[in-house]
């Protein structure tokens, strides 16, 4: 019996992975870490604490952590307070971006 042998010439190369543009990780990990900030600050402040709640329990506290985490991520997805938009312009220049987009400190 006789192997066979792959002709190597005609073998295509493999396909390379698609990533996302550098600018568009740091922006959506900017954004990430604007939404966690905002969650915490929504926590402390008490968002989502009605007086008489649904009855109370561990499941309300855990329902409303999820209420708080998704409302800082829509409030980082329309803009935020700016806190995402300084840390891209850091993480870019960091990156080797544009120094002129890093932040003034």
Known sequence: MRPTVTDPVSL???????????TER????AQEFEAAFLAQMLK??????APDGFGGGMGEDQMQ????EEQ?????????????????RYLT???????????EA
Request: proline letters at 13%; charged letters at 15%; hydrophobic letters at 45%.
């Open 26 to 29: 740091l922006r959506a990990l």
């Open 44 to 49: 402390d402040a008490g968002f989502g604490k």
């Open 93 to 103: 220049a960091q990156a080797g971006g544009d120094p002129a987009a890093a932040p």
């Open 12 to 22: 295509s190369p493999a396909p390379i992975p698609t990533q996302p543009p550098q």
């Open 72 to 88: 800082a991520r829509v409030m980082a997805r329309a803009g935020g307070i700016g806190l995402g938009e300084t840390v891209f």
């Open 65 to 68: 952590s999820f209420l708080i």
